[in-house]
T-cell receptor
Framework: SQKIEQNSEALNIQEGKTATLTCNYTNYSPAYLQWYRQDPGRGPVFLLLIRENEKEKRKERLKVTFDTTLKQSLFHITASQPADSATYLCALDHNQGGKLIFGQGTELSVKP | ETGVTQTPRHLVMGMTNKKSLKCEQHLGHNAMYWYKQSAKKPLELMFVYSLEERVENNSVPSRFSPECPNSSHLFLHLHTLQPEDSALYLC??????????????FGQGTRLTVV
């Protein structure tokens, strides 16, 4: 069956450290993968997109990797700050048709 | 502010009521979506509209009825809902569907409680 799995447990880290979140998928062949941030009671906000032929993408303190052999994406936040505390969602396109399917999200908490 | 506006933000309705959720986008996008988000569950795609035509219906119960009168507006009509339908309902839009790479812009959601 098709699955998208993210770290189910909340991730707690100290301010200034690097947070690494994992997204694994099964029985999909996505052309791209996206990461979103969601704060409580609000809609997700787009952060980064990485295509299947890209290994790594960066945006300010964010870095995403995409390994189509392992069927995995890693999302890194360097020099983390308490304001980075939120739930982070990965999403991939289903059947390369532009329809996004989401993982359940990982809750990140950055302590001062 | 993402450019996608949902109303109302909160809705409490009885199981015999009929209500509608509204979504509006002025981003010039050609695709609109309804997602359902329940506690501790992934976002569930309910309906997809591309150029005002429904292209996807993920086996959603008939008590949910979408309507897309034009590319800027999307409605979700609700009737005879069940308590398990209580959730956050999110509308999103994107450009370049199908086959596109468009990021999804989400509204703030409607928190629905069925009593």
């Amino acid at each position: 069956s098709q699955k998208i799995e993210q770290n189910s447990e909340a991730l707690n880290i100290q301010e200034g450290k690097t947070a690494t979140l994992t997204c694994n998928y099964t029985n999909y062949s996505p052309a791209y993968l996206q990461w979103y941030r969601q704060d409580p009671g609000r809609g997700p906000v787009f952060l980064l997109l990485i295509r299947e032929n890209e290994k790594e993408k960066r945006k300010e303190r964010l870095k995403v990797t995409f390994d189509t052999t392992l069927k995995q994406s890693l999302f890194h936040i360097t020099a983390s700050q308490p304001a980075d505390s939120a739930t982070y969602l990965c999403a991939l396109d289903h059947n390369q048709g532009g329809k996004l399917i989401f993982g359940q999200g990982t809750e990140l908490s950055v302590k001062p | 502010e993402t450019g996608v506006t949902q109303t109302p933000r909160h809705l409490v309705m009885g199981m015999t009521n009929k209500k509608s959720l509204k979504c509006e986008q002025h981003l010039g996008h050609n695709a609109m979506y309804w997602y359902k988000q329940s506690a501790k569950k992934p976002l569930e795609l309910m309906f997809v509209y591309s150029l005002e035509e429904r292209v996807e219906n993920n086996s959603v119960p008939s008590r949910f009825s979408p309507e897309c009168p034009n590319s800027s507006h999307l409605f979700l009509h609700l009737h005879t809902l069940q308590p398990e339908d209580s959730a956050l309902y999110l509308c999103a839009s994107s450009q370049d569907f199908p086959g596109g790479l468009g990021e999804a812009f989400f509204g703030q959601g409607t928190r629905l409680t069925v009593v």
